[in-house]
Protein backbone atom coordinates (compact mmCIF):
# COMPACT_ATOMS: atom_id res chain seq x y z
CA UNK A 1 0.00 0.00 0.00
CA UNK A 2 1.28 3.20 -1.12
CA UNK A 3 1.69 6.63 1.44
CA UNK A 4 -1.32 7.96 -0.98
CA UNK A 5 -3.63 5.24 -0.09
CA UNK A 6 -2.56 4.84 3.77
CA UNK A 7 -4.07 8.11 4.41
CA UNK A 8 -7.26 7.45 1.82
CA UNK A 9 -7.19 4.39 4.40
CA UNK A 10 -7.11 6.48 7.65
CA UNK A 11 -9.31 9.26 6.48
CA UNK A 12 -11.87 6.83 5.18
CA UNK A 13 -11.76 4.71 8.73
CA UNK A 14 -10.75 6.50 11.15
CA UNK A 15 -7.85 4.35 12.21
CA UNK A 16 -3.73 5.11 12.29
CA UNK A 17 -0.96 3.10 11.94
CA UNK A 18 -0.62 1.77 15.03
CA UNK A 19 -0.18 4.90 16.82
CA UNK A 20 -2.06 5.23 20.46
CA UNK A 21 -5.55 7.17 19.31
CA UNK A 22 -5.46 10.71 21.65
CA UNK A 23 -8.65 11.75 22.72
CA UNK A 24 -9.51 14.98 20.87
CA UNK A 25 -10.98 18.10 23.67
CA UNK A 26 -14.75 18.68 23.54
CA UNK A 27 -15.32 22.73 21.60
CA UNK A 28 -15.06 25.16 23.31
CA UNK A 29 -18.28 26.27 24.88
CA UNK A 30 -19.64 22.91 25.22
CA UNK A 31 -20.16 21.57 28.69
CA UNK A 32 -18.22 18.51 29.92
CA UNK A 33 -19.28 16.95 32.64
CA UNK A 34 -16.78 16.27 35.43
CA UNK A 35 -16.37 12.70 36.10
CA UNK A 36 -17.88 11.61 40.25
CA UNK A 37 -15.16 9.87 42.04
CA UNK A 38 -16.25 7.63 44.85
CA UNK A 39 -13.93 8.20 47.70
CA UNK A 40 -13.43 6.81 51.18
CA UNK A 41 -15.35 9.16 53.20
CA UNK A 42 -18.21 8.93 50.92
CA UNK A 43 -17.98 4.74 51.79
CA UNK A 44 -19.12 3.08 55.34
CA UNK A 45 -18.43 -0.58 56.35
CA UNK A 46 -21.33 -2.15 56.94
CA UNK A 47 -20.64 -5.46 58.27
CA UNK A 48 -17.27 -8.03 57.63
CA UNK A 49 -17.45 -11.44 56.97
CA UNK A 50 -14.74 -14.76 56.43
CA UNK A 51 -15.00 -13.93 52.79
CA UNK A 52 -16.40 -10.65 52.11
CA UNK A 53 -17.96 -7.40 54.00
CA UNK A 54 -21.12 -4.95 53.45
CA UNK A 55 -20.46 -1.43 52.44
CA UNK A 56 -22.47 1.90 52.37
CA UNK A 57 -21.73 4.54 49.62
CA UNK A 58 -23.20 7.62 49.53
CA UNK A 59 -23.03 8.24 46.03
CA UNK A 60 -22.03 11.75 44.19
CA UNK A 61 -24.83 14.31 43.43
CA UNK A 62 -23.82 14.19 40.14
CA UNK A 63 -23.28 10.64 39.70
CA UNK A 64 -25.65 8.60 37.19
CA UNK A 65 -26.66 4.64 37.33
CA UNK A 66 -25.43 4.11 34.03
CA UNK A 67 -21.78 5.40 35.08
CA UNK A 68 -21.42 2.29 37.80
CA UNK A 69 -20.25 0.44 34.87
CA UNK A 70 -19.54 2.63 31.84
CA UNK A 71 -16.96 4.18 34.27
CA UNK A 72 -15.54 1.91 36.51
CA UNK A 73 -12.72 3.96 36.96
CA UNK A 74 -14.82 6.49 39.19
CA UNK A 75 -13.76 3.86 42.33
CA UNK A 76 -10.14 4.65 42.01
CA UNK A 77 -10.01 6.28 44.93
CA UNK A 78 -11.89 4.04 47.03
CA UNK A 79 -9.79 1.49 45.99
CA UNK A 80 -6.73 3.10 47.38
CA UNK A 81 -7.77 2.59 50.66
CA UNK A 82 -6.69 -1.11 51.68
CA UNK A 83 -9.64 -0.74 54.56
CA UNK A 84 -12.25 -0.02 52.31
CA UNK A 85 -11.63 -1.67 49.01
CA UNK A 86 -13.74 -3.70 47.39
CA UNK A 87 -13.04 -7.58 46.61
CA UNK A 88 -14.99 -9.92 44.62
CA UNK A 89 -18.21 -10.64 45.80
CA UNK A 90 -18.82 -7.72 48.57
CA UNK A 91 -21.94 -6.16 48.61
CA UNK A 92 -22.52 -2.52 47.82
CA UNK A 93 -25.39 -0.54 48.69
CA UNK A 94 -25.35 3.29 47.17
CA UNK A 95 -27.51 5.67 48.32
CA UNK A 96 -29.03 8.42 46.60
CA UNK A 97 -31.53 10.94 48.23
CA UNK A 98 -34.61 9.00 46.26
CA UNK A 99 -33.59 5.65 45.42
CA UNK A 100 -31.19 2.78 46.46
CA UNK A 101 -28.60 0.68 44.23
CA UNK A 102 -28.20 -2.71 45.42
CA UNK A 103 -25.47 -4.76 43.99
CA UNK A 104 -22.57 -7.28 44.10
CA UNK A 105 -18.58 -6.93 43.21
CA UNK A 106 -18.01 -8.69 39.82
CA UNK A 107 -13.93 -8.29 39.85
CA UNK A 108 -11.90 -5.22 41.33
CA UNK A 109 -8.60 -4.50 41.11
CA UNK A 110 -6.81 -1.34 42.50
CA UNK A 111 -8.15 1.61 40.05
CA UNK A 112 -11.53 -0.40 38.74
CA UNK A 113 -14.38 -2.06 40.33
CA UNK A 114 -17.41 -3.55 38.02
CA UNK A 115 -20.27 -4.95 39.02
CA UNK A 116 -22.97 -7.01 38.52
CA UNK A 117 -27.05 -8.23 39.95
CA UNK A 118 -27.70 -4.31 40.03
CA UNK A 119 -30.68 -3.75 41.48
CA UNK A 120 -32.58 0.02 42.15
CA UNK A 121 -35.29 0.59 44.24
CA UNK A 122 -36.64 4.07 44.04
CA UNK A 123 -38.03 5.01 47.71
CA UNK A 124 -41.07 6.75 48.38
CA UNK A 125 -41.67 10.65 48.45
CA UNK A 126 -41.36 11.80 52.15
CA UNK A 127 -44.18 13.35 53.10
CA UNK A 128 -42.78 16.08 54.95
CA UNK A 129 -41.24 18.83 53.53
CA UNK A 130 -38.00 20.08 54.41
CA UNK A 131 -37.62 23.60 55.98
CA UNK A 132 -37.10 26.80 53.90
CA UNK A 133 -37.64 30.25 54.01
CA UNK A 134 -37.52 33.51 52.23
CA UNK A 135 -33.38 33.10 51.54
CA UNK A 136 -32.62 29.52 52.72
CA UNK A 137 -33.51 25.73 51.97
CA UNK A 138 -32.36 22.27 53.73
CA UNK A 139 -31.75 19.63 50.87
CA UNK A 140 -30.41 16.52 51.01
CA UNK A 141 -26.66 15.63 50.66
CA UNK A 142 -24.38 13.33 50.58
CA UNK A 143 -25.66 10.72 53.99
CA UNK A 144 -27.23 14.45 55.27
CA UNK A 145 -28.69 17.46 55.38
CA UNK A 146 -27.54 20.72 54.51
CA UNK A 147 -28.89 24.33 53.95
CA UNK A 148 -28.45 26.57 50.38
CA UNK A 149 -28.97 29.97 49.64
CA UNK A 150 -32.69 30.09 47.28
CA UNK A 151 -31.81 32.81 44.67
CA UNK A 152 -28.87 31.21 43.40
CA UNK A 153 -28.95 27.50 44.99
CA UNK A 154 -24.96 27.88 46.65
CA UNK A 155 -24.45 25.33 48.98
CA UNK A 156 -23.44 27.80 52.33
CA UNK A 157 -20.98 25.44 54.34
CA UNK A 158 -19.28 21.97 53.59
CA UNK A 159 -20.99 20.49 56.81
CA UNK A 160 -23.88 18.07 56.71
CA UNK A 161 -25.84 17.03 59.36
CA UNK A 162 -27.62 13.99 60.13
CA UNK A 163 -31.16 15.31 60.76
CA UNK A 164 -33.50 18.21 58.82
CA UNK A 165 -33.82 19.68 61.85
CA UNK A 166 -29.59 20.29 62.92
CA UNK A 167 -29.25 21.56 59.98
CA UNK A 168 -32.21 23.93 60.24
CA UNK A 169 -30.83 24.94 63.34
CA UNK A 170 -27.03 25.60 61.78
CA UNK A 171 -28.43 27.28 59.36
CA UNK A 172 -30.04 29.89 61.35
CA UNK A 173 -27.29 29.74 63.47
CA UNK A 174 -25.07 30.72 61.23
CA UNK A 175 -26.68 32.96 58.81
CA UNK A 176 -29.07 34.66 60.75
CA UNK A 177 -27.06 35.10 63.73
CA UNK A 178 -24.07 36.60 61.29
CA UNK A 179 -26.56 39.27 60.80
CA UNK A 180 -27.76 40.48 63.80
CA UNK A 181 -24.48 40.79 65.21
Not at 98 to 126: C, E, M, T
Request: hydrophobic letters at 35%; one cysteine or more.
Amino acid sequence: MTATNTNKAEAKTGLGTGDAATETPPPTGVYVRPKPTITPAMVKIQSVGYVNKSVICWAPEDMTLAQLNEDPGLWKPLQQDRTKALVEDDQVEIRFYDRRIYARVNHADDSKVYLFDIRLLDKPQRDIALWGDASFEIRHVMGGFSYFRKKDGVRMTSAAWPTPDAAQAACIRDQYAAKMG
